[in-house]
């Protein structure tokens, strides 16, 4: 079974930018659908963005499109997610997620496996 492991949150003040990762072990990475999701604090979990197997599909939440940049590097088993010019309404726990088909989406019900998150906060 997958594992996954996030890293690379923290504290930054609004504008700034964070990277962060996420490394899986244990499986088939390269054939997995990958996601980012982050849940706020008192608020529901929510989609961010998504990626396909390849590589060759993304999607995005409207919230972080043109400002967040889903990549992911089979070789190293490792899913990347680039913020850019952040905003407070950023500020949450970042998850990423698995899922065991090559396709990517923006449904949580659709993956199968998940890491146990990284704190970002952004600073106003």
């Known amino acids: 079974q997958v594992q996954l492991v996030e890293s690379g949150g923290g504290v930054v003040q609004t504008g700034g930018s964070l990277r962060l990762s996420c490394a899986a072990s244990?499986?088939?990475?390269?054939?997995?659908?990958m996601g980012w999701f982050r849940q706020a604090q008192g608020k529901e979990r929510e989609f961010v963005a998504t990626?396909?197997?390849?590589?060759?599909?993304?999607y995005y939440a409207q919230s972080v499109k043109g400002r967040f940049t889903i990549s992911r590097e089979n070789a190293k088993n490792t899913l990347y997610l680039q913020m850019n010019s952040l905003k407070p309404e950023d500020t949450a726990v970042y998850y990423c997620?698995?899922?065991?088909?090559?396709?990517?989406?923006?449904?949580?019900?659709?993956?199968?496996?998940w890491g146990q998150g990284t704190q970002v906060t952004v600073s106003s």
């Open positions: 244990r499986g088939s990475f390269s054939t997995y659908g």
């Open positions: 990626i396909s197997a390849s590589g060759d599909s993304l």
């Open positions: 997620a698995a899922r065991r088909t090559r396709l990517y989406s923006g449904n949580e019900r659709d993956y199968d496996h």
